[in-house]
């Protein structure tokens, strides 16, 4: 089944890869729109409303890492992924601590590029929808999440949080307790049932640790070792 005319931004230098994505992808149904420079995808980004955007990370003039930077200033809830050669461990943390919820290696297989969009849009679909029928707050704690107005807010500090974060924590506190696994979290905060050849869980876990224990907050995620992550108060057989 396709995608009902979806609108993806790809932002990509190299004339091959863009035809071939954008051939690619123009065939299962999405509207494409390519920049084959950072400053056009930046404007481009920023003046169009787009479902989901593509970026590469080595661009001729802006790189993709400064792009998402600039995006997630005005809009946190738009799919981004990264499609990039730069593969290493450190890059991939990179990527997604620039802002990314995905990040996709080249080469890679165009099978495996569309289950990837069409993840990260059933995910942001399935998020707006979830605002719209539900108004709730969820506590733990000193914790607060505001699920209608998006807020997080600890010792009526607020928290400013990126949407993948957002995501991760509010499972949390879905699940006070109980002990999650790596595997639940891909497939409940990702949207993905398969490993993505990253240790993006663990990553994320710590990016959201790291905003939650500021001002010395207790830790209230642990690493059950071997299991996963629990939302819970400090214990002997936690960290």
Known sequence: MKSLSKKILLVEDDSKVCSFI????????????????GKQGMEWASSTTFDLLILDIMLPDINGLDICKAVRQNNQHIPILFLT????????????DSGADDYLVKPFKFIELVARIKSLLRRSE???NRFVKEEAIYRFSDLQVNDTTKTVSRNNEEISLTSTEYR???MFLKNPYRVLSRTDILEHVWGVNFDIGTNVVDVYVNYLRKKLE?????RVIHT??????????SDEHTK
Not at 23 to 37: D, I, S
Not at 214 to 218: A, C, E, L, T, V
């Open 168 to 170: 991760l924590l509010l």
């Open 85 to 96: 050669a730069l593969g290493s461990a450190e890059n991939i943390a990179l990527g997604l």
């Open 224 to 233: 059950v070792i071997g299991m996963g992550y629990v939302l819970k108060e």
């Open 22 to 37: 954008n051939r690619g992808l123009t065939e299962e149904g999405f509207e494409m729109t390519v920049a084959m420079t």
């Open 126 to 128: 399935n998020f707006e």
């Open 214 to 218: 500021r001002n010395q907050n207790p």
